[in-house]
């Protein structure tokens, strides 16, 4: 059995968890069943959502000390969930919240993890799971040896959400009742993307809109906001951007940033380079704004333009107020 566990806040899913259930369908190959969790207080309507996908089951494990994150309080209820299910992988998206807790979980089962993978193959009749290595130079193949279950953290982009697979009538529903031990709950959550006011998680943006070195200076990203508030975009960047200080770093995109699959992303005046690819390629429909024609980025793109970002933007910006 393989086992996904879903993230939610406020009894909505995090774009990324679908990710993971489809990597969980493709390891599966129909053969080996699938259940997803989702874990927290009042997420009936999370679970619901969940049990549209083509799942053996989905079990809500729905409880007061959960409903806030916290580290020990999810690391008590996913330890309970896997020692009663006993699966053979577990499988989570690479988020800010599994990087918290899942190597803890790990630790305390005694288990083999791997984390970031970014695809799946068959190596001798085992999983063999590809992650990148320094920065994105190099994908190595790991197969996972000791007992089961082995837990696998998938990065976000490497599928397609929207390959899905839907069940024909709803899965199942279950409400597995578990006992936390709220005295042993360390952390105060304290919501940490809404400490500062301009943070902002790309990772769940639709449409992207990042700049790179092309901008020429700080004074020209007006330019590409601009644009960007014309496509409903977040806006981005390369590192070069951020490292000047030009936009704040939650808005790096990259090996050393966040990875992002929106449904478009518009790069404008990124070269390309393999540690801003790494963090992007997984974006339904890429568009590129470029003067130099033979940049990297055109190789990857769905759409090209080789010409003046100066010029196209507001020719863009114009088009789409029209």
């Known amino acids: 059995m393989i086992l996904v566990i879903a993230e939610q806040k406020e009894s909505v899913l995090n774009r990324a968890s679908w990710e993971a259930l489809v990597a969980a369908q493709q390891l599966s190959a129909g053969t080996v069943p699938v259940h997803v969790a989702v874990l ?66 790990a630790a305390r089962l ?32 790991v197969v996972l040896s000791g007992p089961s279950p082995h837990l696998v953290t998938m990065q976000i982009g490497a599928v397609r959400a929207d390959a899905l ?8 529903v279950t409400t597995m009742a578990i006992s936390v031990d709220a005295t042993a709950i360390r952390q105060r959550a304290e919501a940490p993307f809404q400490e500062a ?78 540690q801003h690819l790494v963090g992007m390629k997984g974006a339904r429909t890429i568009v590129a704004i470029n003067k130099d024609a033979e940049a990297p980025i055109f190789e990857i793109a769905d759409y090209g333009v080789a010409g003046d970002l100066f010029e196209v933007a507001p020719a863009l910006v114009a088009a789409l107020k029209a």
């Open 197 to 274: 006011k301009q943070a902002v998680d790309l990772s769940q943006a639709e449409r992207i809109l990042a700049v790179g070195r092309g901008i020429k200076s700080q004074d020209n990203i007006a330019v590409a906001q601009q644009l960007a508030d014309a496509l409903g975009a977040e806006l981005a960047a390369s590192r070069p951007i951020c490292d000047n200080g030009w936009l704040p770093m939650e808005r790096q995109i990259g090996s050393s940033g966040q990875t992002v699959a929106p449904k478009l992303y518009v790069a404008v005046g990124i070269s390309g380079a393999i």
């Open 165 to 172: 697979a839907k069940g024909p009538s709803l899965a199942p």
């Open 40 to 105: 927290g207080h009042q997420i009936a309507a999370a679970a619901t959502e969940l049990s549209h996908a083509a799942v053996a089951g989905v079990i809500s494990i729905d409880h007061p000390s959960l409903e806030h994150y916290t580290a020990d309080g999810y690391v008590q209820a996913a330890r309970a969930l896997v020692d009663h299910l006993a699966p053979a992988h577990v499988l989570v998206a690479h988020t800010y919240q599994t990087r918290d807790f899942v190597p803890v979980l």
């Open 110 to 141: 005694d288990r083999a993890l791997v984390t970031d993978v970014i695809a799946i193959h068959q190596h001798n009749g085992a999983p063999a799971f590809a992650r990148p290595m320094f920065q994105g130079k190099l994908v190595a193949d």
